[in-house]
T-cell receptor, first 111, second 116 residues
Framework: RKEVEQDPGPFNVPEGATVAFNCTYS??????FFWYRQDCRKEPKLLMS???SGNEDGRFTAQLNRASQYISLLIRDSKLSDSATYLC????????????FGKGTKLSVKP | GAVVSQHPSRVICKSGTSVKIECRSL??????MFWYRQFPKQSLMLMAT?????????EQGVEKDKFLINHASLTLSTLTVTSAHPEDSSFYIC????????????FGPGTRLTVL
């Protein structure tokens, strides 16, 4: 079982739709949590860090449930430019500080 | 502006040749740099951690004699893929932890390697 699991998708949604991505992590020693966005053939870019209290940045809302070892990302009013692959990532406590990524969920927003 | 540069961005080589990829920190000194690899439709997987002034630490299954890492200065780490084979074709990306917040990672733009 992979340490970070995501639904691979693809998610094909119309513009304006709300879409939710889920991610689970298996190592309870994970201490930091992130959502990254990766465009085709590019490096990942940090979308947001995820905190237990939940956090919001414009149309994007991230939630962390430590008890269930579950992370979510909600995108409201999706835009064409949101089309990308969304990667969930964690950093394990006591590690060298490297990110452990999920496989990513591909999102296609259609007009 | 960019915090991390990576060179080359793309390389195509023949099987059996060696390829060197450079990762440069442009804004601050980095004692640690990470090297990841991403195969098509797969996640980024850590290959090794490059440590300035000491040997790199490799993840399980990554051959240290095949993927040579040299972190000779606080701003430069190199990854050399020796005797490359078609199965080494992949997207190689370096990253470094932030100077103030180590959880913030700065990624290079990546190097796409194609071995014929």
């Amino acid at each position: 079982r992979k340490e970070v699991e995501q639904d691979p998708g693809p998610f094909n949604v119309p513009e304006g739709a709300t879409v939710a991505f889920n991610c689970t992590y298996s190592n309870s020693a994970s201490q930091s949590f992130f959502w990254y966005r990766q465009d085709c053939r590019k490096e990942p870019k940090l979308l947001m860090s995820v905190y237990s209290s939940g956090n919001e940045d414009g149309r994007f809302t991230a939630q962390l449930n430590r008890a269930s070892q579950y992370i979510s990302l909600l995108i409201r009013d999706s835009k064409l430019s949101d089309s990308a692959t969304y990667l969930c990532a964690v950093i394990r406590k006591g590690s060298q500080g490297n990110l452990i990524f999920g496989k990513g969920t591909k999102l296609s927003v259609k007009p | 502006g960019a915090v991390v540069s990576q060179h080359p961005s793309r390389v195509i080589c023949k099987s059996g040749t060696s390829v060197k990829i450079e990762c440069r920190s442009l804004d601050f000194q980095a004692t640690t740099m990470f090297w990841y690899r991403q195969f098509p439709k797969q996640s980024l997987m850590l290959m090794a951690t490059s440590n300035e002034g000491s040997k790199a630490t490799y993840e399980q299954g990554v051959e240290k004699d095949k993927f040579l890492i040299n972190h000779a200065s606080l701003t430069l780490s190199t990854l050399t893929v020796t005797s490359a084979h078609p199965e080494d074709s992949s997207f190689y990306i370096c990253s470094l932890p932030g100077e103030i917040d180590a959880d913030t990672q700065y990624f290079g733009p990546g190097t796409r390697l194609t071995v014929l």
